[in-house]
């Protein structure tokens, strides 16, 4: 399960920053986390709250927000959504295709008091 390191880094992240602002408690976090990190939102709140109990951070709330897994063709141009990872362009069928969104994986805003 890589939802537990992955919340570790972000409770050290919302922790560190805190510290830094003198913030008595972390009320929210808003993480951006790309559909290819294959990131459960339910486990890696689920680990977040374990991890968290006794902190600054024990009652924030964890808002996941999960960008979808976009592609650009090289050879035509065309933007489209990869589904299931098959990185074809719906257009041309070429297989040049760049990922333009999807492999996010970070902390995007907190909120404290």
Not at 76 to 103: H, K, M, Q, T, Y
Request: one cysteine or more.
């Amino acid at each position: 399960m890589h939802e537990m390191a992955i919340a570790q880094g972000i409770l050290d992240i919302a922790l560190t920053a805190a510290a830094e602002n003198g913030a008595a408690a972390i009320v929210r976090i808003k993480l951006q986390v790309g559909a290819m990190t294959e990131v459960e939102p339910e486990a890696l709140t689920f680990c977040f709250a374990a991890l968290a109990a006794g902190t600054a951070a024990a009652d924030a709330s964890l808002e996941v927000e999960v960008t979808p897994l976009v592609g650009r063709c090289r050879d035509c141009g065309r933007e489209f959504r990869v589904e299931r990872f098959r990185f074809l362009c719906p257009a041309c069928g070429s297989a040049a295709v760049e990922i333009i969104s999807g492999r996010e994986l970070r902390v995007e805003h907190l909120e404290v008091e």
